[in-house]
C-alpha cells in the first residue's frame, strides 16, 4: 500500500518549452502532496506544499509563477517548469501523505523525475 | 523553522559490523522523526520512523532512538550488509507556524557496506 507514481521519468527538453510533471498517489487518498528538487548528492529541497482544491504554499526563494502547482484531486498534483532553462535541470521528487488522521505526517515518495533542459 | 543536522556525511563499514548515524533538530516541539533509505537514481524509501511519544523503535536489524531532552535521534543498523549502502535521510516534522505536517530533511549520510 501507499503506493506514489510519477510521470515522466525523464524528460528532455529546449530551453523556454515548459514540461508538466504528474504525481499521482495509487491506492490512497492524499490530504496533502509535496514537491522536492534535488540536486546531485544533495538533499531533498522543499519546493512546495500543495492540498486540494487550494492553492499551493510555496517555500521561499521558489518562483511560483515559475513552478505551477495543480491540486485538482486528492489522488493528483501536477507541476509545470515553465519557460524551462537549463538551471532547472534537477531531479523533481513528489511526495504524498495520507489522509488518515493517525498516519497524516508519514510521506511516500514517487520515483522523481529527471528533468534536462537543453 | 526547524533546522536539521545529520552526522557523518559519509560512513563505510565492513560488512557485518553495526552503523550509527545521528542527527539533532532545533523545535523542540518537533513529534515525528521518519528515516529514508535512497539509492542511486531512486526513490527515498521510509525505513523507519519514530514518534515522540516513545524512546525508541525496532524493526528486525533497524533500529531509532529519540532523546527528546538533547533533540537528537539516532538511526541504528546492525549486522550490515552490502545491500545497505545507500544515502540515508533523517527528518524531522516542523512544527512552527501551526498546523503542517512539512518534513524538514537532514544533509544526508552515504553509507558504504564494505563485502
Known amino acids: 500500500g501507499a503506493v506514489v507514481s510519477q510521470h515522466p521519468s525523464r524528460v528532455i527538453c529546449k530551453s523556454g518549452t515548459s514540461v508538466k510533471i504528474e504525481c499521482r498517489s495509487l491506492?490512497?487518498?492524499?490530504?496533502?502532496m509535496f514537491w522536492y528538487r534535488q540536486f546531485p548528492k544533495q538533499s531533498l529541497m522543499l519546493m512546495a506544499t500543495s492540498n486540494e482544491g487550494s492553492k499551493a504554499t510555496y517555500e521561499q526563494g521558489v518562483e511560483k509563477d515559475k513552478f505551477l502547482i495543480n491540486h485538482a484531486s486528492l489522488t493528483l498534483s501536477t507541476l509545470t517548469v515553465t519557460s524551462a532553462h537549463p538551471e532547472d535541470s534537477s531531479f523533481y521528487i513528489c511526495?504524498?501523505?495520507?489522509?488518515?488522521?493517525?498516519?497524516?505526517?508519514?510521506?511516500?515518495f514517487g520515483p522523481g523525475t529527471r528533468l534536462t533542459v537543453l | 523553522g526547524e533546522n536539521v543536522e545529520q552526522h557523518p556525511s559519509t560512513l563505510s563499514v565492513q560488512e557485518g559490523d553495526s552503523a550509527v548515524i545521528k542527527c539533532t533538530y532545533s523545535d523542540s516541539a518537533s513529534n515525528y522523526f521518519p528515516w529514508y533509505k535512497q539509492e542511486l537514481g531512486k526513490r527515498p524509501q521510509l525505513i523507519i520512523d519514530?514518534?515522540?511519544?516513545?524512546g525508541e523503535k525496532k524493526d528486525q536489524r533497524i533500529a531509532v532512538t529519540l532523546n527528546k531532552t538533547a533533540k537528537h535521534f539516532s538511526l541504528h543498523i546492525t549486522e550490515t550488509q552490502p545491500e545497505d549502502s545507500a544515502v540515508y535521510f533523517c527528518?524531522?516534522?516542523?512544527?512552527?507556524?501551526?498546523?503542517?505536517?512539512?518534513?524538514?530533511f537532514g544533509t544526508g549520510t552515504l553509507l558504504a557496506v564494505q563485502p
Open positions: 511526495s504524498a501523505s495520507l489522509l488518515l488522521a493517525s498516519e497524516r505526517d508519514t510521506q511516500y
Open positions: 519514530i514518534r515522540s511519544n516513545v
Open positions: 491506492d490512497f487518498q492524499a490530504t496533502t
Open positions: 527528518a524531522a516534522r516542523e512544527t512552527y507556524g501551526g498546523a503542517t505536517n512539512k518534513l524538514i
